[in-house]
């Protein structure tokens, strides 16, 4: 089969490799489709620690092709999303519930093999059942979609609450959908793409703002802005220095900055603590998908969310090596890496 490595910093490879078995608990998943994420960039370019050679991918969903000894949850034929991110429940953090801030945390694309692979290796207690109906590609959007519930779960949104999410990204459209599925009646996005911003008004936008069209801070805030004083929640999905800095002064007196962008390692970003406290801004920051996962594939099962408009393109393995090595293209918001199996078949 075909697995994309990531030999070193700054080195990708595509290699024939042997087709892996499940052992004791696990599944061989025959990978459908896999998202090219921010953070696999990000470990290309070594601004995310990872355990290289390692095949990368941590979105992605496919069809059970066979199962280790103990099994008893899943068999062939099934289509399952995996939760990537797997803890040793013996910690500090574990047995505190915090299982997104495990000691131990491994993850599959980043510390195991991946999906950026024609299969994968998942351990049965990280995979969970999507309906065969579900089109086939969907489920790569089960692990952004688990990431962003944990944010907005942090958010604590009430009814009729305000809330402001910069970026127009995967995790930014996510999140404007489940903002108002939490009860934000008043959904503000930024971003300069045109065509994001048409999209996030069909899915559940009340405004959006070019951020390149005068002071983003007065168009809102202001007392003639899209937020007199600010929102209630402020979601900061775009990962950049300038947007973590913009955030909390969006943020409403006692209102929260919720961080889901993810920054390079080492980056900095300069906050007035004065303004913090003075106005009572919390800012809380959201890593991974601690339990949200089931919760994210029922979504995308019923097609509560809407991810079919997010897939700017498909690309085969032959083409992922480029992919991750360069920057997303303009308007890109998620490319899927899909196997070829015509090529494979089923045999190693």
Same mark, same amino acid.
């Given at each position: 089969?075909? $697995?994309?490595?990531?030999?070193?910093?700054?080195?990708?490879?595509?290699?024939?490799?042997?087709?892996?078995?499940?052992?004791?608990?696990?599944?061989?998943?025959?990978?459908?489709?896999?998202?090219?994420?921010?953070?696999?960039?990000?470990?290309?370019?070594?601004?995310?620690?990872?355990?290289?050679?390692?095949?990368?991918?941590?979105?992605? &969903?496919?069809?059970?092709? $066979?199962?280790?000894?103990?099994?008893?949850?899943?068999?062939?034929?099934?289509?399952?999303?995996?939760?990537?991110?797997? $803890?040793?429940?013996?910690?500090?953090?574990?047995?505190?519930?915090?299982?997104?801030?495990?000691?131990?945390?491994?993850?599959?694309?980043?510390?195991?093999?991946?999906? %950026?692979?024609?299969?994968?290796?998942?351990?049965?207690?990280?995979? %969970?059942?999507?309906?065969?109906?579900?089109?086939?590609?969907?489920?790569?959007?089960?692990?952004?979609?688990?990431?962003?519930?944990?944010?907005?779960?942090?958010?604590?949104?009430?009814?009729?609450?305000? &809330?402001?999410?910069?970026?127009?990204?995967?995790?930014?459209?996510?999140?404007?959908?489940?903002?108002?599925?939490?009860?934000?009646?008043?959904?503000?996005?930024?971003?300069?793409?045109?065509?994001?911003?048409?999209?996030?008004?069909?899915?559940?936008?009340?405004?959006?703002?070019?951020?390149?069209?005068?002071?983003?801070?007065?168009?809102?805030?202001?007392?003639?802005?899209?937020?007199?004083?600010?929102?209630?929640?402020?979601?900061?999905? &775009?990962?950049?220095?300038?947007?973590?800095?913009?955030?909390?002064?969006?943020?409403?007196?006692?209102?929260?900055?919720?961080?889901?962008?993810?920054?390079?390692?080492?980056?900095?970003?300069?906050?007035?603590?004065?303004?913090?406290?003075?106005?009572?801004?919390?800012?809380?920051?959201? %890593?991974?998908?601690? %339990?949200?996962?089931?919760?994210?594939?029922?979504?995308?099962?019923?097609?509560?969310?809407?991810?079919?408009?997010?897939?700017?393109?498909?690309?085969?393995?032959?083409?992922?090596?480029?992919?991750?090595?360069?920057?997303?293209?303009?308007?890109?918001?998620?490319?899927?890496?899909?196997?070829?199996?015509?090529?494979?078949?089923?045999?190693?």
């Amino acid at each position: 089969m075909k $697995a994309l490595f990531l030999e070193d910093v700054g080195k990708l490879t595509l290699r024939d490799v042997d087709k892996p078995a499940p052992g004791e608990g696990e599944l061989l998943v025959r990978v459908e489709a896999c998202g090219i994420c921010g953070t696999d960039r990000h470990l290309f370019l070594g601004e995310f620690p990872s355990k290289p050679p390692v095949t990368l991918g941590h979105e992605f &969903a496919g069809i059970i092709e $066979a199962v280790g000894a103990g099994v008893t949850g899943f068999r062939p034929g099934m289509r399952v999303t995996g939760d990537p991110n797997i $803890a040793c429940g013996r910690c500090s953090a574990c047995h505190q519930g915090r299982v997104n801030l495990c000691h131990n945390l491994q993850a599959i694309g980043i510390h195991r093999n991946g999906g %950026f692979a024609d299969y994968v290796i998942v351990p049965e207690k990280q995979a %969970f059942e999507l309906p065969l109906s579900l089109p086939p590609l969907h489920g790569a959007f089960c692990e952004p979609l688990a990431c962003c519930l944990h944010g907005v779960d942090l958010a604590r949104i009430e009814a009729c609450a305000s &809330a402001i999410v910069i970026g127009g990204g995967v995790i930014g459209l996510l999140v404007v959908q489940l903002a108002r599925l939490a009860g934000a009646t008043k959904v503000v996005l930024i971003t300069r793409s045109e065509a994001k911003r048409r999209l996030a008004e069909t899915l559940g936008a009340t405004a959006t703002i070019d951020p390149t069209e005068g002071d983003v801070i007065a168009n809102i805030v202001s007392d003639g802005g899209l937020l007199p004083g600010g929102a209630d929640v402020v979601f900061e999905c &775009a990962g950049l220095k300038e947007t973590v800095e913009q955030a909390p002064r969006l943020t409403r007196k006692g209102g929260m900055t919720v961080i889901l962008g993810v920054l390079p390692s080492g980056e900095k970003v300069e906050i007035e603590p004065f303004d913090i406290l003075f106005r009572e801004v919390s800012i809380v920051t959201s %890593f991974l998908n601690p %339990f949200t996962h089931r919760r994210a594939a029922d979504l995308i099962a019923s097609g509560t969310v809407v991810v079919e408009p997010l897939i700017s393109r498909r690309i085969g393995l032959d083409d992922a090596v480029g992919a991750i090595s360069s920057p997303p293209a303009g308007g890109e918001i998620r490319t899927l890496v899909v196997p070829d199996h015509s090529k494979t078949g089923s045999v190693a």
